[in-house]
């Protein structure tokens, strides 16, 4: 599976999701996430076609520029910042394979949110479930395991991330205002995480890949 198609794929999968996502987001913040992320999704469908004729690290930077330019809220632009700063990563031949180059490109992306929005695993935003993901894909490229493979633990663990933030008390952003209001609901961001490794695993299973 080419990433434009993958990339087409999950972003059709999650424009489905703008009602759970903004619902989600507006237990304890503006209740626009779901409205960010169609946005974005539109984008990246437009953008879909032109991504198989760029190299891989190429195309990752343009899906960041896009984000940039069509999903300017904060989450947008922490993703935004996210790709780009990943699509600069420097890959070795020894991380050719898919699954490895994949972990390299996520703890890029995981560094620069961490960075860029101040926050850490545990402060119950989109790194509680980005840090695990991006660690089972490293643990799953460690062991020579297909694209799909770790795509599938990843989706695991994102979703598990998220799952944990409904007991996670919040400190940073709208929700650390709000912390009461947000305790016992899972963060719209972290949702929206797992919703995307969720649907790259199963195109990717689907494929075979």
């Known amino acids: 599976m080419s990433l434009a198609d993958l990339v087409a794929a999950v972003a059709a999968d999650l424009a489905t999701r703008r009602d759970e996502l903004n619902r989600l987001d507006g237990v304890a913040g503006d209740g626009d996430l779901g409205l960010t992320v ?3 999704t539109a984008a990246l469908l437009a953008l879909a ?3 198989d004729a760029l190299p891989e690290d190429e195309a990752i930077r343009r899906c960041g520029r896009e984000l940039a330019s069509n999903a300017p809220s904060t989450g ?3 993703l935004a910042f996210a790709l780009m700063a990943a699509g600069k990563a420097e890959i070795a031949p020894a991380d050719a394979e898919p699954a ?3 972990a390299i490109y996520l703890e890029t992306a995981t560094a620069t949110i961490e960075a860029r929005g101040g926050a850490k695993p545990g402060d119950r935003t989109m790194l509680d479930a980005l840090v695990p993901a991006t660690a089972a894909v ?3 490229a460690t ?3 297909a694209p799909g493979e770790a795509a599938r633990a990843a989706a695991d663990a994102a979703d598990a991330g998220a799952r944990a933030t409904a ?3 919040a400190t940073v952003g709208r929700a650390g205002w709000l912390a009461d209001r947000a305790k016992g609901h899972e963060d719209a961001g972290a949702r929206l995480i797992a919703m995307l490794f969720e649907a790259a695993a199963r195109h990717l ?3 075979g890949t």
């Open 38 to 40: 169609a946005a974005a």
């Open 49 to 51: 076609p032109e991504l």
């Open 76 to 78: 947008g632009t922490l």
């Open 100 to 102: 490895a180059r994949a």
């Open 138 to 140: 490293r643990a799953a």
């Open 143 to 145: 062991a020579g395991r």
């Open 167 to 169: 007991s996670m008390a």
């Open 205 to 207: 299973a689907d494929r």
